[in-house]
């Protein structure tokens, strides 16, 4: 897993190549598009077809058929913003990863009946931040977070040197890279 994973909203499909360009010329080769507009399933197949060296993954997968819709298309793994159980047993049936949003013990020890070890904790401005992180690590030293919602250029090292981050989500990796693609541009 890339240690930074841009959350992607495609609201026409044309912007798949405006947006994982932008962001493979920023170093970053995973790409989380969001199932919160209708072409995201188009757009997660086009992907997968057009950028065959890019990780894609779907988001706010937050039911069984978009789940079933983002593995048909090519989804490599699946990001909730909560925790789904028909989600988790899908994905534990058919292997692939699974982050579901688990911001409590509760919904920790949820994710882990299915094996799951690595959770989205969304929106983490919001559930505490990297001390609440830092208290959930005690009893649950097996887990690894995805810290998504509120991270941002500025706070991102303070979360990537807690060595329970497996990685960092958010929108703003899409929105500094296309910035940074169209300067090239210029
Ligand atoms: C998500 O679904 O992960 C969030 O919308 C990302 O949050 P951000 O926009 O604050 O990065």
Redesign the pocket.
Known sequence: MEKFIP?VVIKELSEVDTILPALAYSGIHTA?I?FRTACAKEAIAYAKKNYPDMEIGA??VINRQQCEDALEAGATFI?S?GFSPSVAALCCDKEIPYYPGCVTPTEIMAALEYGITTV?F??ANIYGGLKALKALSAPFPQIRFIP????YRSNLDEFLAFDKIAAV????FVKEALEAYQKKGE
């Open positions: 959350v989380e969001t988001g706010t990001v913003p989205k969304f929106p998504t919602g509120g991270v989500g958010g929108s703003f």
